[in-house]
């Protein structure tokens, strides 16, 4: 780990961890909700990998809407519902800059690819599944992790700056009520 610093590593482990803790208990969750309602595997195929994807990304918007809504670029703004649509608008943004590239390659490229060729070397069975899942994380999160951390400015609230001021934010030269 010479070039890249352990507490940046901390960071991303802090930052992706309780994601997929959240988004796998969810998976889980819902696979056996509806296979036990249906006694079918594909519906339980299918809400699992629905689960996963509303467990992640609740927790994803939940923070972003939170630190925007604490941001100075929001707070300094009048009115409740200009600081509401304001803070959707950053944390949809921010969503889509740190995981869209990576949900397209992962989605459309990456995981389907890398659960067949598992399961092609080592049968149908949930070895050859986790595995191939694990190495498509690895994908997601290599190009998730770069999304971050080339989109900082536009990701964080506040552009990443961790205690800002207003006259900091103010003092950017920017409208009044511009977004960054």
């Given amino acids: 780990m010479s070039s890249i610093d352990r507490p940046r590593v901390r960071?991303?482990?802090?930052?992706?961890?309780?994601l997929e803790v959240l988004g796998t208990l969810a998976a889980l969750g819902s696979a056996w909700i509806a296979y036990r309602a249906?006694?079918?595997?594909?519906?339980?195929?299918?809400?699992?990998?629905?689960?996963?994807?509303?467990?992640y990304y609740a927790l994803v918007?939940?923070?972003g809407a939170r630190g925007h809504l604490a941001s100075m670029r929001v707070r300094r703004l009048t009115g409740r519902g200009r600081r509401a649509w304001t803070a959707s608008w950053l944390t949809a943004r921010s969503v889509a800059a740190e995981f869209g590239p990576a949900e397209v390659v992962d989605s459309f490229l990456v995981r389907p690819g890398l659960l067949w060729a598992a399961s092609l070397a080592w049968g149908g069975n949930l070895v050859a599944w986790l595995v191939g899942k694990l190495a498509?994380?690895?994908?997601?999160?290599?190009?998730?992790?770069?999304?971050?951390?080339?989109?900082?400015?536009?990701?964080?609230?506040?552009g990443g700056l961790a205690e800002a001021s207003a006259d900091?934010?103010?003092?950017?030269?920017l409208p009044e009520g511009a977004l960054r």
């Avoid at 960071?11 to 309780?18: E, N, Q």
């Avoid at 249906?38 to 467990?55: C, H």
């Fill in 168 to 173: 900091d934010v103010v003092s950017e030269s």
């Fill in 11 to 18: 960071g991303w482990v802090v930052r992706y961890l309780p």
């Fill in 38 to 55: 249906t006694g079918s595997l594909a519906m339980a195929a299918i809400a699992g990998a629905l689960g996963e994807s509303v467990g």
């Fill in 136 to 158: 498509a994380d690895a994908v997601f999160y290599l190009v998730a992790i770069v999304s971050f951390e080339t989109g900082r400015r536009i990701i964080l609230p506040d």
């Fill in 61 to 63: 918007v939940v923070r």
